[in-house]
């Protein structure tokens, strides 16, 4: 894993927090039972692991496909 991937996740983590917090506080869950939506700090903590894991697969597959664009314009 090189620096650039860790720097997608962290971004992907923030978004993900701000998500999750956000979830909590405009929709949430008023009567308690929810697991994930009923406190806020385990709501931003699922968005952070959701985030981290969206932007790291987003950079797996945007990095291959600048890696076949590469090797296409080799070929010609």
Not at 16 to 34: L, Q
Not at 64 to 73: A, D, G, L
Request: hydrophobic content about 40%; overall charge positive.
């Amino acid at each position: 894993m090189n620096k650039r991937h860790i720097v997608y996740i962290a971004i992907g983590a923030l978004v993900g927090a701000a998500g999750g917090y956000a979830y909590w506080m405009f929709i949430g869950c008023e009567s308690g039972t929810c697991p994930i939506t009923s406190k806020p700090l385990n709501s931003t903590l699922y968005g952070v692991l959701m985030g981290g894991l969206l932007f790291s697969s987003l950079f797996d597959l945007f990095n291959k496909k600048n890696k076949s664009n590469t090797n296409n314009e080799i070929e010609q």
